[in-house]
């Protein structure tokens, strides 16, 4: 199983459809940066259902060295920006990453990334999970966007 690092959208929509602990069988590690923490801890703070990484002591708090400057330059939100830090010196972790210009930027990096409905593929394919189309539905009902086009591409590669 691979290692990866996660940004703050994919734990907490996982969190919002019950299903964040797959992440602990997905992966041999999930590291989270401060930055994510402390992301969640604002939502926490202003009410949102925010999951409290305290309850998942499998997340491993990493906090990146610095942030190069060409990830700086690249007008990312910080969580994103400590995600691909923490990658330049960590490149065989999978990145977690939903946000459209994080994962271009990672991408354009050389990195692998996973976004929520990816992992809710692989949870699929090993059997944590019968179906996706309901934890599609409930990741919309709890305010992802997901535009038609990408919601049928899932479904058509999950076979539902």
């Known amino acids: 199983m691979p290692a990866a690092i996660s940004n703050t959208s994919p734990l907490l929509y996982l969190h ?3 299903s964040i602990n ?4 997905l992966f041999d590690s999930i590291w989270v940066p401060q930055a994510v923490v402390i992301e969640l801890a604002e ?3 202003l009410g949102f259902d925010v999951p409290d990484l305290a309850l998942y ?3 491993q708090i990493i906090e990146p060295v610095t942030i190069p400057p060409e990830i700086a330059n690249l007008n990312l939100g910080k969580g994103e920006s400590a995600v691909l830090a923490l990658a330049i010196s960590n490149p065989k972790h999978l990145l977690l ?3 459209g210009l994080a994962r271009r930027a990672a991408k354009n990096l050389g990195f692998t990334v996973w976004g929520t409905l990816k992992i809710l593929l ?5 059997g944590l ?3 996706i189309t309901p934890l599609v539905e409930r990741l919309q009902n709890s305010g992802m966007w997901i535009s038609q086009d990408v919601r049928q591409q899932v479904l ?3 076979g539902e």
């Not at 692989?122 to 090993?126: G, I, L, P, T, V």
């Open 16 to 18: 919002r459809i019950d």
């Open 22 to 25: 797959w992440l602990r069988t």
């Open 57 to 59: 002591p499998w997340l």
């Open 156 to 158: 058509d590669i999950a």
């Open 43 to 45: 939502g926490q703070r």
């Open 97 to 99: 990453l939903d946000d």
């Open 122 to 126: 692989e949870a699929k394919s090993q």
């Open 129 to 131: 999970t019968d179906r």
